[in-house]
C-alpha cells in the first residue's frame, strides 16, 4: 500500500469516528428546542460570523 492510500484510508477512518462522535449531540438537539444557553457551542457556534438574530 503507497503512502497516499493510507493516508486516505486514515483520513476515512478519522471521518467515519467524527460523524460517530457528532450524531449523539445531533439528536440531542433535534429532540430537544428549549435554549442550551450560551456556553452551548452547537446552538451559539462561535466559529461563524456574528448574525443578526
Ligand atoms: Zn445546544
Redesign the pocket.
Known amino acids: 500500500m503507497s503512502a497516499l492510500e493510507y493516508a486516505i484510508g486514515w483520513v476515512l477512518v478519522v471521518i467515519t469516528l467524527a460523524l460517530i462522535v457528532a450524531t449523539p ?1 445531533a439528536l ?2 433535534a429532540r ?1 428546542t428549549h ?3 450560551p456556553d ?5 457556534p462561535h466559529l461563524l460570523p456574528r448574525k443578526k438574530r
Open positions: 449531540f440531542v438537539h430537544t435554549d442550551h444557553g452551548c457551542w452547537w446552538c451559539h
